[in-house]
């Protein structure tokens, strides 16, 4: 008598439908195991399947099983019918596809690296309300990147403080003030009252300047509290709120993109916590698949990392990252990603960050273009002429891409320029 049945979970004759989600997934069995008893756990463990075989079932129920369908190294394509997914619910599509699989102890190491998603599946979802267009148009710039610092250090200012900050920032050239991912309501820096001096600053910029400026001010906490400081960003003026993404969960931010587009609000999505699942090379969840899984809900955009400054992250990724959010169809590359056509899903931007400074500003231009939100911190508010001119310092590199001039050239004409580049070259920070 059979015990399990995983190999039933294996065809490797199956060819997907166009209604079949497919994931890509790379997997290390553990001693013992083979690879066909491997990718045929996964797939049931995924789908239908538990680890005996059952004194009954029905039979319409064999229509719901897996197919890993694919094996080539120790890569494996698992194709699973629609029908095992749940209408606009991305967080039930995690619990199946990255959930008790990551436990199973026949498994050493496993990493979801993508998943292509049906338009069956994708219907159900609204994407970002505004995309690159849409943001474009609020903000009125086009023809480069859209610019952001973090007042440094990131937390500790008082909101007047943080506001003053912002104030030099924007008055460089910036569109952006952005909070970090730990800054929230702290004692020192109460959410309620960073929105209030950062929107006396902001007025006096747009006004001194004539330029529309923005804050990304971090929303994050629980959903009603998160609900409450979005109204407020609303009732103040403000058309961004800004969540910790990963840490809040799908759910929550489900729940956000549609209560912040009622409110006339984009979302910033920073992606703390993301390296817990995606550093390992072979184990846990890519960032692409994060950043797929968050533009299928609606951010407006996700940081993306920059392949020079002081995070993980390859030119490779970087390329890849930028793709899977703007792109409206992303073709497969090998043992990396999967087709995906977006259908009339709206794009988002990508956005790097992460120890950049003037000098290292063309290289992030060479990967991304400029469909992109820039962001320096420390790389302005390190100037040698403070904040206001470092931001001046970061306008004048990226007018030296565009102008297709060395940045020793434009340095020549352009002070603040000259300054940073006297200060950090073309430093790449560990």
Not at 69 to 97: C, H, M, R
Not at 298 to 310: D, E, M, P
Not at 340 to 365: C, M, N, T
Not at 404 to 413: I, N, P, T
Request: glycine share 10%; with cysteine.
């Amino acid at each position: 008598m059979a015990i399990d049945w995983y190999n039933e979970f294996v065809d490797l004759d199956h060819t997907p439908g166009p209604d079949e989600l497919v994931a890509l997934y790379y997997f290390e069995p553990a001693e013992g195991i083979s690879k066909d008893e491997a990718v045929g756990r996964i797939a049931s463990e995924s789908s239908t399947g538990t680890w005996t075989t059952l004194f009954t079932m029905p039979p319409r129920m064999r229509d719901l099983q897996a197919k890993a369908f694919e094996i080539e190294g120790n890569y494996v394509k698992i194709a699973y019918p629609l029908d095992l997914w749940e209408e606009g619910n991305a967080t039930q599509l995690l619990s199946g596809i990255a959930g008790n699989i990551f436990g199973m102890k026949a498994l050493n190491r496993l990493r979801l690296i993508d998943a292509t998603l049906p338009a069956g599946y994708i219907r159900h979802f609204k994407g970002p309300h505004f995309g690159i267009e849409g943001i474009r148009d609020m903000m009125r710039v086009n023809g480069r990147p859209l610019t952001g610092a973090v007042p440094k250090p990131k937390v500790g200012f008082t909101a007047k403080e943080h506001a003053e900050v912002g104030y030099e920032t924007w008055m460089g050239g910036f569109d952006f003030v952005k909070d970090d991912e730990n800054l929230t309501s702290q004692s020192f820096n109460r959410f309620e009252d960073r929105v209030r001096e950062m929107t006396v600053m902001r007025d006096r910029a747009e006004q001194e300047t004539g330029e529309v400026k923005s804050a990304l001010i971090n929303i994050t906490a629980d959903t009603e509290t998160m609900k409450t400081r979005a109204e407020m960003l609303a009732d103040y003026g403000w058309n961004y709120a800004m969540i910790d993404v990963v840490v809040a969960g799908t759910a929550a931010v489900t729940t956000l993109r549609d209560y912040c587009s009622d409110l006339g609000l984009a979302i910033h999505a920073h992606r703390a916590m993301h390296a817990a699942f995606d550093r390992d090379e072979r184990h846990g969840i890519t960032m692409q698949f994060l950043a797929k899984l968050m533009r299928l809900i609606g951010v407006t955009q996700i940081h993306t990392g920059t392949a020079v400054g002081k995070l993980v992250g390859t030119r490779a990724e970087a390329t890849l990252l930028a793709d899977m959010l703007r792109e409206r169809h992303m073709n497969a590359l090998p043992h990396m990603a999967l087709d995906q056509d977006w259908g009339e899903i709206k794009s988002a931007f990508p956005v790097s960050s992460g120890g950049l400074h003037p000098g290292l500003v063309p290289d992030v231009l060479d990967i991304y273009g400029t469909d992109l939100v820039l962001l320096v911190s420390g790389g302005i508010h390190g100037h040698p002429e403070g904040t206001r001119a470092g931001a001046r310092a970061v306008m004048q590199a990226i007018e030296a891409w565009q102008e297709g001039d060395s940045l020793d050239d434009k340095a020549k004409q352009a002070p603040e320029l000259k300054k940073a580049l006297e200060k950090w070259g073309y430093y790449k920070p560990k």
